[in-house]
């Protein structure tokens, strides 16, 4: 709730932060042409302090000239953004974050949009399991309408579901999954799920649903989940 305590904004730190993507676009030039820049800048937990918008187009300003300078197939990713950018689901959010990108000017500088589709249902909830395919559509194309007339392609780098406290089994975790998935592709959206391993540390509780969105859990041991979503993309 107060990340400032320990971590600094990487606009307060706006050197260290080009140098660190210039380090890594320097040594992975041929594995990775794909950048995203930041991690749901319009959340204080990620921006460090509250969100604006205004300060995340001096970031990607200063640093994507950088990654394409470094190789020109480089192409640039808009953070991922924590919703649909249509209604506040977590404290300190904002909403109308890429908008008022757009209109500070960052078009010029990112190649791809981005987007994390949660829901509150996919932390916590008592639901019945079809409930969360249709849910989570619901912000994928709530937020694809917002932004229909943007000419740049969009993806989704993270989604999931978490399997603790929910009224719903792995296995049909699985099922939403390939769901969404298809779902995604018939909007021309590359969908990746978050995360592959369950993890572990000092800035999490063991109470913490972040900690077991996994497909595999952090002995690298297959979960429920991981072997129903491969059943049911072996279907497509």
């Known amino acids: 709730m107060i990340p ?21 676009a320097i040594r992975y030039k041929e594995q990775i042409t794909n950048w995203e820049i930041w991690n749901e800048p319009n959340t204080l937990r990620f921006w460090i302090r509250n969100p604006e918008p205004s300060e995340y187009v001096k970031l990607v300003a200063e640093t994507a000239p950088l990654i394409k300078k470094i190789n020109p197939k480089n192409k640039t990713v808009f953070a991922g953004l924590m919703g649909d950018d249509l209604r506040v689901i977590a ?35 008592k639901k019945p399991a079809n409930v969360y395919f249709p ?3 619901g912000v994928i194309d709530s937020f694809m309408h917002k932004y229909r007339d943007v000419k740049k392609p969009f993806i989704i780098s993270e989604i999931g579901i978490c399997p603790l406290w929910l009224k719903i089994s792995q296995t049909e975790i699985g ?25 572990k540390g000092p800035e999490y509780s063991r109470w913490n649903p972040e ?21 049911e993309m072996k279907k497509i």
């Open 4 to 24: 400032s305590l320990r971590f600094k904004s990487p606009i307060d730190t706006l050197d260290h932060y080009k140098a660190f993507c210039e380090r890594n």
């Open 211 to 231: 900690t077991a969105f996994g497909l595999i859990d952090w002995d690298l041991k297959e979960k429920e989940m991981y072997k129903s979503f491969v059943t």
């Open 91 to 125: 404290p300190f959010q904002r909403i109308n974050y890429i908008q008022e990108c757009i209109d500070a000017g960052i078009d010029q500088y990112i190649d791809i949009y981005n987007f994390h589709p949660y829901d509150p249902i996919c932390y916590m909830a």
């Open 175 to 199: 099922k939403v999954y390939k769901e969404l998935y298809l779902h995604s592709i018939s909007k021309k959206i590359d969908c990746y799920f978050w995360v592959l391993t369950d993890f």
């Open 135 to 137: 849910t989570i559509a």
